[in-house]
């Protein structure tokens, strides 16, 4: 996913290439900058989110925890 992404952003034009002159291009060039901007912030929040999957892994194999699912309400499993 994030490869497919990270390509994908690389096929779009750099706003800093691009000569800019009407209103229409001007906006298609915020616009670009957007989603490179939310694109960097998704893949960033992949990127904390494997790592907290990773330590949790870690964690949970280290004290043999394990996984553990509660279907009870919180509070409830006295």
Do not use: H, N
């Amino acid at each position: 996913m994030r490869s497919e992404l990270t390509a994908a952003l690389a096929q779009l034009p750099d706003a800093a290439d691009v000569e800019w002159r009407s209103d229409a291009q001007r906006r298609c060039r915020a616009r670009l900058d957007d989603i490179r901007s939310t694109v960097d912030d998704a893949l960033k929040a992949l990127d904390y989110a494997a790592i907290a999957f990773r330590d949790a892994a870690i964690l949970d194999s280290a004290t043999g925890a394990g996984a553990r699912v509660s279907t009870s309400p919180a509070g409830s499993d006295g």
